[in-house]
């Protein structure tokens, strides 16, 4: 596909239909799909489209893209039984070759346990994957191929987004179940969890790094992001606030250095890659049902501007349903939004501050779910 490009990919789930906060699996729906944009194009264009597997169910970083625009990795793999009526959690990571024409998945890998977030390093040696079972498997990538090459156990719970440090020597990864984000360092092909822990909200989720290694971002998605008997005792929720946390990235020990309410269920969090801006996509009560007073009809996105060491709020927009992953361009200047129930991409240029939607939207065969941008 190659690198020049401002490549970004989406993974669609096409199985789970979402409409007014009710989930069903409808029989002829279609396939899962990986869907390939050339996010550097105005508007937008549609490069490919990949049958895969993926799932709303987890952080919406559960697909990655390769530095060079080679690979492209999807995780979150699952299928329905409907024999059971549930979900059947994978372990397999599905690796995509960009380069063959059309491009199809061209590996699968078993990780041990079920994989969530996932990021390439900026060299495109290295691929790390986290898991629902507290490990991170660490894959090397030569020549075109993924390989396990390591499982680092980091948590005795579910972890969620992960990304590298500009540099490659360090990675964060979010501890959804213990809370906190763990520091990851890196050495070549070796990981190894360093024991120092950042300070985050409730179930930490989504987590994003700028391009010059100042900052970083994580997404605390509050008790519905809890699993376990955490689901089973927090009851009926009604679109309470979350937050997200600012990390200081630009000295060892990271920290973090400040937490930011936001609406409810802020699955995709951004930062861009000039270190200007934090893009928020929050469900704000479109994901529950008719019956919850807390209902809403549409989710919000917010743009928040970092300036003297802290994070300030200076756009705030409607949104789509259930929306997911949040990612900006290359240049800073527009962020892309995952609209689940509509299954569409939406684009917002960010001008001088102000949100503003452009009206383009990229529309996408399932309920776009995960979203990832090249490494910058």
Request: negative net charge; aromatic residues 4%; proline residues 5%.
């Amino acid at each position: 596909m190659g690198a020049s490009r401002d490549l970004i990919v989406s993974a669609n789930d096409a199985k789970q239909v979402r409409a007014a906060g009710v989930d069903s699996f409808p029989d002829g729906v279609g396939a899962d799909t990986l869907t390939v944009i050339d996010a550097g194009a105005r508007p937008p264009r549609v490069l490919a489209t990949v049958e895969v597997a993926t799932s709303i169910v987890g952080p919406p970083q559960a697909v990655a893209i390769s530095p060079d625009g080679r690979l492209a990795v999807v995780a979150a793999t699952n299928h329905y039984d409907r024999s059971l009526h549930k979900l059947v959690f994978e372990n397999t990571l599905q690796v995509v070759d960009l380069n063959t024409a059309p491009p199809n998945v061209d590996a699968r890998i078993d990780v041990g346990h079920h994989p969530q977030g996932l990021a390439f390093n900026h060299a495109g040696t290295l691929l790390l994957a986290a898991t629902n079972g507290g490990t991170v498997a660490v894959l090397a990538v030569e020549a075109g191929s993924v390989r396990l090459i390591d499982r680092v156990q980091i948590s005795a719970g579910r972890l969620a987004g992960v990304s590298f440090l500009p540099g490659g020597k360090a990675a964060l990864v979010a501890l959804r179940d213990e809370q906190g984000v763990a520091v990851l360092d890196v050495n070549s092909l070796s990981v190894v969890d360093s024991g120092e822990r950042v300070s985050s909200g409730v179930a930490p989720y989504a987590i994003d790094v700028d391009a010059r290694g100042a900052w970083a971002v994580v997404g605390n998605v509050g008790l519905a992001g809890l699993g376990g008997g955490a689901v089973a005792r927090k009851g009926v929720l009604a679109g309470d606030a979350d937050s997200f946390t600012l990390i200081d990235i630009g000295s060892r020990p990271f920290r973090a250095v400040q937490h930011v309410t936001v609406p409810s269920i802020p699955e995709g969090v951004a930062i861009s890659p000039d270190g200007r801006w934090i893009a928020v996509l929050a469900m704000d009560g479109s994901n529950l049902p008719a019956s919850n007073p807390a209902r809403r009809d549409r989710g919000r996105l917010q743009l928040f501007a970092i300036a003297g060491g802290h994070a300030e709020r200076v756009s705030d927009v409607a949104a789509g349903e259930s929306a997911q992953g949040v990612v900006f361009t290359a240049d800073s200047r527009y962020v892309l939004a995952q609209f689940y129930v509509e299954r569409q991409i939406a684009l917002f240029e960010v001008n001088g501050g102000a949100l503003l939607d452009t009206g383009i939207r990229i529309e996408v065969p399932g309920g776009p779910a995960s979203l990832r941008a090249m490494p910058r």
